[in-house]
């Protein structure tokens, strides 16, 4: 593999970490912050806007690891994959813990 596979594959953590609350609440029927709140990451939007939003983070996840050629037998791109969903993990427990 190439160094910009492991970028993409750690990108594709960060998007894919990044669907899980935004589809969950917005599914759940409750108001989350998203981009396009008011002010912007810091503001609930509807839960529509958080399923589309999620939506769209999944998407964009997924093509990431699609081109990133993430493989099981590669251990190293799985430990970078990995390495972008507990980095996001943080990074949204940190920006959400203060929101509440």
Known sequence: M???HYLL???AGVFL???VPHFVNGISGNPFPSPF???PGFGNSSPLTNVLWGGA??????TLLRYSKLSV???ASLAVFFL???VM????????????
């Open 84 to 86: 972008g969903i507990v």
């Open 37 to 39: 709140g008011k002010p």
């Open 2 to 4: 190439k160094w910009y």
């Open 89 to 100: 993990g943080v990074v949204l427990s940190q920006a959400f813990s203060h929101h509440l």
């Open 57 to 62: 983070n999944l998407l964009f996840g997924y």
């Open 9 to 11: 594959a750690f990108f």
């Open 73 to 75: 037998n590669n251990k």
């Open 17 to 19: 970490a990044n669907f």
